[in-house]
């Protein structure tokens, strides 16, 4: 089976099982996969690398992943979106998961009435669909972060982006822990060391400061 569906995924040597494993499940749906091999480097180098490629190509849409990604088709429309990827013109989102659902306290309530529901948001962060070639690159100096840095940069811009809430997808590699931390307590400096950079940079003292001046 094969489809116009294109996906560029981003790796890492050390994570060859991950990789082939979720390189299969897509194939296996008949999408052209795309690999980006990052070793050595943090994540928005290796994404503004394909960034650049849809950039400079004919390609009208851009949908990139990190490569222990793939999909829960049994929830809600992800079966019909694997088959046909929603494009939301000039914008940018991301798709669920649980994680984010716990996260961001979703309530879920009418999402099975067989319509996509969406919601504007920056939780921009591992799976991408981009149909703007006017997108920004991510910040290469944040050590973490960097997805919803760039969304900000997005938002500052006038490039929306979305949370599509009823596509749902699937973490490969939760057991396998951060590639560039040892443990919970180094990633959860890593990730205030980037909070603290992004304040800076914007010149706020939290989130919400940004959100309520572009996001909501």
């Not at 480097?41 to 390609?59: F, T, V």
């Not at 307590?185 to 309520?212: C, G, H, L, N, S």
Request: proline share 2%; with cysteine.
């Amino acid at each position: 089976m094969t489809t116009k569906n294109r996906i560029d995924l981003l790796t890492h040597a050390g994570r060859t099982d991950i990789t082939n494993k979720t390189k299969s499940w897509w194939q296996a749906n008949g999408w052209d996969v795309h690999l980006w091999d990052n070793t050595g480097h943090l994540p928005a180098l290796g994404r503004n690398k394909i960034i650049e490629d849809y950039r400079s190509s004919d390609r009208e849409v851009l949908i990139m992943a990190d490569d222990d990604i793939t999909l829960y088709t049994h929830r809600y429309l992800t079966a019909d979106w694997l088959k046909n990827p929603v494009i939301k013109s000039n914008e940018v989102y991301t798709v669920n998961s649980n994680h984010k659902m716990h996260y961001m306290a979703q309530n879920s309530t009418g999402w099975d009435n067989g319509v996509h529901h969406w919601r504007v948001s920056d939780m921009i962060g591992q799976m991408y669909v981009i149909a703007n070639k006017n997108i920004p690159q991510q910040d290469e100096t944040i050590p973490a972060l960097e997805d919803i840095e760039w969304a900000w940069q997005c938002f500052a811009q006038g490039i929306k982006c979305y949370m599509l809430n009823t596509v749902f997808l699937r973490e490969q590699s939760t057991d396998k822990g951060s590639i560039f931390c040892k443990d919970r307590a180094e990633r959860k400096q890593v990730y205030k060391q980037a909070e603290t950079q992004m304040y800076a940079k914007w010149q706020i003292t939290k989130k919400a400061d940004f959100r309520k001046k572009y996001v909501n």
